[in-house]
């Protein structure tokens, strides 16, 4: 697959307005915009985060700035010095500045100079939107590949059996969102410290019953191990346990059934602990949230437990970002843009950041799904301590509000407990069907059998991403 090129736009208002709005129209172009980047990232990570983004950038690639940002030289010195044609746009006053030395410099005094640019070097007749071709990977060979590439960002084998684990038994259930797509993700977070390979669980007691983990960006499914083990060993009737500092969480669902499993009701919220900005509150049209799951687990009587594991968002920002990929068009009510109209292209989120996610329910009842992520912003953020949305809020990562209880905790015996759930089940199951072939089922029911799938069917390119970091990894050994 040939690499995406890179344009560099340095140019003054309006010209930068403009180029962001062009950008978001052209299916195979992603803008990268710097300045939005400074406002959302601690500034440390920002250039991590924009070379990772090129590297990894299946599409084309502008990268948007502007004369009045603080340089960033070392950004730009590697884009010099990379093999990839690079082409920069520069308004007429700043054509002696060196931004990039050798590089293509265009300057523009008018939008008619902005525009034979633009078609130039952005508008192409071969331009076309394709799907990228599938490959099938046997289970076994790609737990093999992720392990080594997660090992190869920096985890010990412990760890990185645990995330390779966690992120394919989202796969092989159904949910790709948080599956294989995110191994990359990962590697690079490693790479620039947003994962901290050598973190620590520091659990302390604010009071009984109440517990904090500072997880100091561990990766998510080491928090999930960590948080799991310690609710295991309380005594306690209730757990309540604040999650501050962790790494990506990935599924929540497997967090609670590990908590269900062992004869506990869970309740757990999350949050982007105030960054991540990316889902409108009900009647807005700029992002004040972020996508804030909540989840919910408890036994049932000789069987998987039910699970109910929901993003307060219309989609999750990771299913917007596989239909991205796969290059399908989204149902009417998941997107919002800054006029208040509903895009249907998902590349659009992908690439402008006026384009935000609509709250669980859409225009007409996304006000709910709007009371639950602010119901789960209050509880992780403001109460939990783990960090809420307001203005410029930087931060990775994700922090979380668990509570884990005993089935006897209200005064019922365990036994009776587990025999009224049974009742509970066998009833709402027993609502009969629109569809007869397809009965009723209780959250989480119908997923097991996905697990016994012997190969994964994935982007080709992904494939060879990941198997080429392990390869990277083996021979550096």
């Given at each position: 697959m040939p690499?995406p090129?890179?344009?560099?736009a340095v140019?003054?208002?309006?010209f ?26 601690p500034?440390?990570t920002?250039?991590g985060?924009?070379?990772?983004a ?13 004369t009045t ?8 010195r ?9 082409s920069?746009?520069?308004?007429s006053?700043d054509?002696?500045?060196?931004y ?5 410099v265009?300057?523009a005094e008018t ?6 640019w ?16 599938m ?6 060979e790609?737990?093999v590949a992720i392990?080594?590439?997660l090992?190869?960002?920096?985890l010990?084998?412990?760890s ?14 159904g ?8 191994v990359?993700?990962?590697?690079r ?5 947003l994962?901290n ?20 960006y561990a990766?998510g ?11 295991e060993a ?10 501050r500092?962790?790494?990506?969480l990935?599924?929540?669902a ?7 499993s ?5 309740l757990?919220?999350a ?8 889902v409108v509150?009900?009647g ?9 799951p ?12 039910l699970?109910?594991d929901?993003?307060t968002?219309a ?8 239909a991205?990929?796969s290059?399908?068009?989204?149902p ?5 843009d800054?006029?208040g109209?509903?895009?249907?292209s ?10 935000s996610?609509?709250?669980?329910g859409?225009a007409?009842?996304g ?9 789960a ?5 403001v ?12 931060s ?23 025999e ?7 009833y ?8 007869r072939?397809?009965?009723?089922r209780l959250p989480g ?9 012997s190969?994964?069917v994935?982007?080709?390119?992904l ?8 390869c990277?990894r083996?021979?550096?050994?």
């Open positions: 690499k090129r890179r344009l560099v140019a003054d208002e309006p930068l307005h403009e180029l962001h709005s062009r950008a978001a129209t052209e299916e195979r172009w992603v803008a990268l915009d710097l300045e939005r980047l400074y406002r959302v990232l500034p440390s920002v250039k985060a924009i070379i990772s090129l590297d990894d950038a299946p599409e084309d690639v502008i990268v948007l700035t502007s940002s603080r340089p960033n030289r070392e950004l730009l590697w884009l010099r010095d990379s093999d990839e044609p690079i920069v746009l520069v308004a006053a054509k002696d500045r060196a990039l030395p050798g590089a293509r265009s300057t939008m008619r100079d902005l525009d034979a633009w078609r130039l070097h952005v508008t192409r007749k071969d331009d076309t939107i394709t799907r990228r071709s490959v099938s990977v046997p289970v076994a790609l737990r392990t080594h590439a090992t190869d960002g920096g010990d084998g412990s990185a059996g645990l995330v390779t684990d966690d992120l394919l038994s989202a796969e092989l259930a949910y790709p969102s948080h599956g294989v797509s995110r990359l993700e990962y590697h977070k490693l790479s620039v410290g994962i390979a050598n973190a620590a669980p520091n659990f302390y007691r604010v009071g009984d019953g109440r517990f904090v983990l500072d997880a100091d990766a499914a080491v928090v999930k191990r960590w948080v799991r083990d310690f609710i309380r005594g306690e009737p209730v757990v309540l346990l604040a999650i500092k962790s790494g990506h990935g599924r929540l497997s967090l609670a059934a590990d908590i269900a062992a004869d506990r009701i869970a757990g919220f949050n982007g602990a105030g960054g991540a900005q990316k509150p009900f807005g049209t700029d992002a004040r949230l972020s996508t804030n909540i989840v919910f687990g408890a036994p049932l009587p000789g069987g998987h437990p699970v109910v929901v993003s968002s989609l999750s920002d990771g299913q917007v970002q596989v991205a990929q290059g399908d068009l989204l009417n009510d998941i997107l919002r800054w006029s109209k509903a895009p249907r998902p590349r659009r989120y992908v690439s402008d950041a006026a384009v996610l609509q709250p669980l859409g007409r009842a006000n709910k799904g709007y009371a639950l992520a602010l119901a912003e209050i509880l992780t953020g109460w939990g301590g783990g960090g809420f949305s307001q203005p410029a809020k930087r990775v990562g994700n922090s979380a509000l668990i509570v884990a209880a005993r089935l006897d905790a209200m005064g019922q015996s365990q036994s009776a407990f587990l009224n759930m049974g009742r509970l089940a066998s709402v199951r027993s609502s009969p069907p629109v569809d072939s397809s009965p009723v029911e119908g997923r097991d059998s996905q697990v016994e799938q190969a994964v994935m982007p080709e390119d494939w060879h991403s990941i198997a080429n970091l392990g990277d083996d021979r550096a050994a």
